[in-house]
């Protein structure tokens, strides 16, 4: 049995096309594992706090020293993280937002980049520990950043596989719908890549 952990990071609801996108990823993967377990994180309806000061000293303060409120802050963060922890197959969904994600999916990786959980220090410098997992990205945008002239543009994909990878995570496989705001290509950018939606 497959455990698959679905974050979610479009504010938009209906329209968003990349909520379509990762959805139908997430259909394709239970068609494949039939029995699979599926968590939803949806970031928008249930938001990560932004990072401040309290949350910082949270994460570098010892457990055995936490105040009432850094305990409980503590508890939130390594909730988020056990889920990524118990997942076999992650699914992001991460629509460009100014040529990078959604601020509530960066929230979530402030939240979940901690040393001694999803990563370690040792001799030999930063080591991920959440091994052995597949992730399967769904990005969308307005614009073409696969390829061509605007790729130097694209700080989305590169930084959630980046993030993950810190995480120890290097089977990645990214599902696009481009040109989503491009007269000629917006028609049928979405169905098409739904379409060649693929699960290895």
């Given at each position: 049995m497959k455990n698959i952990l679905h974050i979610i990071s479009s504010p938009r609801m209906e329209v968003s096309a990349s909520r379509k996108l990762g959805k139908a990823v997430v259909e394709k993967i239970k068609e494949k594992y039939p029995d699979a377990v599926v968590k939803e994180r949806d970031l928008a309806k249930n938001s990560v706090p932004i990072l401040d000061e309290?949350?910082?000293?949270?994460?570098?303060t010892p457990a055995e020293s936490h105040s009432s409120e850094q305990a409980e802050i503590n508890k939130y963060?390594?909730?988020?993280?056990?889920?990524?922890?118990?997942?076999?197959i992650i699914v992001v969904e991460s629509p460009m937002y100014n040529f990078s994600v959604p601020v509530g999916l960066r929230a979530y990786f402030d939240f979940t980049?901690?040393?001694?959980?999803?990563?370690?220090?040792?001799?030999?410098g930063p080591k991920g520990l959440l091994n052995n997992k597949?992730?399967?990205i769904a990005f969308t945008s307005g614009n073409i950043y696969s390829d061509g002239?605007?790729?130097?543009?694209?700080?989305?994909?590169p930084y959630v596989k980046n993030v993950f990878g810190f995480y120890g995570i290097s089977d990645v496989t990214v599902f696009r719908a481009e040109g989503l705001s491009i007269p000629g290509i917006m028609e049928n950018s979405l169905e098409k890549a739904i379409e060649g939606i693929t699960i290895d």
């Open positions: 309290v949350h910082i000293n949270t994460f570098f963060s390594t909730g988020l993280i056990s889920e990524l922890q118990e997942a076999d980049s901690r040393a001694g959980y999803t990563f370690k220090y040792d001799e030999n597949k992730l399967y002239p605007h790729q130097i543009y694209d700080s989305n994909v």
